[in-house]
């Protein structure tokens, strides 16, 4: 049990919530689905009903007798960590559909995995705590607004589908979750100089959210010189906070400032 509560596993337990769950996903035999902690395996065997292939990854080793009591020809278990696994190794040719009612506890960094993998990526169906769901899917202007929105929505459309309560897990937590859907784009909205630096770039702008961007751009080492000339040439006006910027505006400003500290004789980054 200690194990488990470790990994932060919730089992969805609710017939009702697995089936809305499904006909959200709307698996069909032309389907590749990877499942994140298949768990005891309650959308695992149905989604294997209905898709062409699902590769369930599970990372409690006393689970995997579980997920294998049943001979399912098109299914295929995966003792590991998904952090450690590349999807490429699973599919060749099209794309897949990524599921999971992810651990509350290694979200975040399942979301970057999802980022990293998303050339092979159609569609993820996400079971999340509601604070990370409304965060993803949070638009500018608004208190949730923050660095995940902005990195994931600039790959994927997001949306939440409907919440999930804590009664339809077991253990129950202490919070609500939602069922969010994340559809890759066909390519991202705007053109990043450099992704990683870009995340880095975001999350010093917004460490104080309630600070004007200019001075949280101070803070993170540009001259204030540097500062206000890309506040300008962004069209921003100097007391903007970092949650009231665009997407948009933020990777302008973000090209803007790589293109003066990326080299090697003034890198900032």
């Excluded at 960590?81 to 559909?97: A, H, M, S, T, W």
């Excluded at 990370?132 to 202007?141: F, L, N």
């Excluded at 001259?223 to 890309?230: F, M, R």
Aim: glycine share 4%.
């Amino acid at each position: 049990m200690k194990k488990r509560k470790a990994l932060g596993q919730h089992y969805l337990i609710s017939p009702d919530i697995i089936e809305k769950i499904l006909v959200a996903i709307d698996p069909s035999k032309k389907d590749f689905i990877i499942e994140i902690g298949a768990g005891k395996g309650a959308l695992t065997f149905a989604l294997a009903e209905k898709a062409g292939m699902v590769i369930a990854i599970e990372k409690d080793r006393t689970l995997i007798p579980i997920l294998k009591s049943k001979e399912t020809p098109n299914l295929k278990i995966i003792d590991g960590d998904v952090l450690n696994i590349e999807f490429k190794q699973f599919i060749k040719k099209g794309q897949i559909k990524l599921v999971g009612n992810l651990p509350y506890s290694i979200s975040s960094p399942i979301l970057f995995k999802t980022l990293e993998e998303k050339e092979l990526i159609s569609e993820c169906f996400f079971v999340l705590q509601k604070e990370v769901a409304e965060r993803i899917c949070a638009k500018p202007g608004t208190k949730k607004y923050a660095p995940l929105s902005i990195l994931i929505q600039n790959h994927f459309y997001s949306r939440l589908l409907f919440s999930v309560s804590p009664e339809s897990f077991y253990p129950s937590p202490k919070v609500d979750s939602d069922l969010i859907l994340l559809k890759k784009r066909k390519s991202p909205q705007f053109s990043v100089e450099n992704e990683e630096l870009f995340w880095k770039f975001l999350k010093g702008t917004f460490r104080h959210r309630r600070k004007k961007l200019s001075n949280n751009l101070k803070r993170l080492d540009f001259p204030d010189s540097s500062v206000n000339e890309a506040i300008s040439k962004c069209g921003l006006n100097e007391d903007i906070r970092p949650e009231q910027v665009f997407l948009s505006q933020f990777v302008r400003l973000f090209n803007y400032l790589y293109h003066l500290y990326s080299n090697p004789e003034k890198n900032i980054f």
